[in-house]
């Protein structure tokens, strides 16, 4: 058997004109301006584009005299069936080409190796700091680090600039800190601004300082009780319940 292979050896920057011209716009607006935020959504949007689950769902509407020959094409992604007088809502899902055979098909630009490859680099980007014994590091994210050195020591490791894409920007100078898990932080700023952040809450700012304080102590926990909406599209409802989240301590990741 004779097997062929080949190397590439010219390098192409995918997106490098759109990423700076939009990065660009968005740094004339403030972080409350509704423009940055808009085009933050947009940069997310372009990465997570890549790494969206390739198999659709898409809702069609056919005659009930034509479904027994639809069914037999796309037998096994046929998800729900509604009856509507002599037609039928049919929800179906896409199979690996994106391609439904009965009703043409659709292109996604679904790219895993993309969004896997963008995920690598900025753990080798952040594992920088994670890995300088001249850091102490309090807590990470993501693109973020929480540490104990000034902005000038900081600056002399590692240039702070914060007009420029992909640089080190000063968020805040922090006075008071407690961590309790992955997204659940309490900060306390030199200008006495307070920060918190618990994912999953509603009203994270029903937390107090003393609330933080106590979780520093194992196995204690704080139960908050909230509304969650829940969507049911074949009803066209909405249905509030009431739920429990519970804050507990945890030193897992980060």
């Known amino acids: 058997m004779i097997y062929y292979g080949g190397t590439h050896s010219r390098k192409v920057i995918f997106f490098k004109d759109f990423v700076n011209?939009?990065?660009?716009?968005?740094?004339q607006y403030s972080k409350d301006n509704p423009i940055n935020f808009i085009h933050k959504i947009i940069f997310?949007?372009?990465?997570?584009?890549?790494?969206?689950?390739?198999?659709?769902?898409?809702?069609?509407?056919?005659?009930k005299e034509d479904y027994p020959n639809f069914e037999k094409v796309n037998y096994g992604r046929i998800l729900d069936i509604t009856s509507l007088d002599n037609s039928l809502l049919i929800k179906i899902e896409f199979d690996d080409t994106n391609t439904m055979l009965d009703n043409g098909s659709e292109t996604h630009n679904v790219n895993v190796l993309i969004t896997s490859a963008i995920t690598a680099y900025a753990r080798?980007?952040?594992s920088q700091f994670k890995n300088n014994p001249k850091l102490k590091l309090f807590y990470t994210d993501t693109d973020s680090i929480h540490t104990n050195l000034s902005p000038n020591k900081m600056n002399?490791?590692?240039?702070?600039?914060?007009?420029?894409?992909?640089?080190?920007?000063?968020?805040?100078?922090?006075?008071?800190?407690?961590?309790?898990?992955?997204?659940?932080?309490?900060?306390?700023t030199i200008d006495n601004k307070i920060i918190i952040k618990v994912k999953g809450l509603n009203k994270s700012?029903?937390?107090?300082?003393?609330?933080?304080?106590?979780?520093?102590?194992?196995?204690?926990?704080?139960?908050?009780?909230?509304?969650?909406i829940y969507k049911f599209y074949k009803e066209s409802?909405?249905?509030?319940?009431?739920?429990?989240?519970t804050i507990q301590?945890?030193?897992?990741?980060?």
């Open 21 to 27: 011209k939009l990065y660009n716009f968005r740094v």
């Open 44 to 63: 997310s949007s372009l990465y997570g584009q890549f790494g969206m689950d390739n198999r659709f769902k898409s809702n069609i509407i056919i005659n």
């Open 124 to 126: 080798i980007v952040i």
């Open 156 to 188: 002399e490791l590692y240039p702070i600039e914060n007009k420029s894409l992909g640089k080190l920007k000063l968020k805040n100078i922090v006075q008071k800190a407690f961590y309790i898990a992955p997204k659940i932080y309490y900060l306390e």
């Open 205 to 228: 700012d029903s937390l107090s300082e003393q609330d933080f304080q106590s979780l520093l102590t194992k196995n204690n926990s704080i139960i908050k009780s909230q509304d969650k």
């Open 237 to 245: 409802i909405l249905i509030i319940k009431n739920q429990l989240y």
């Open 249 to 254: 301590q945890t030193n897992n990741k980060r």
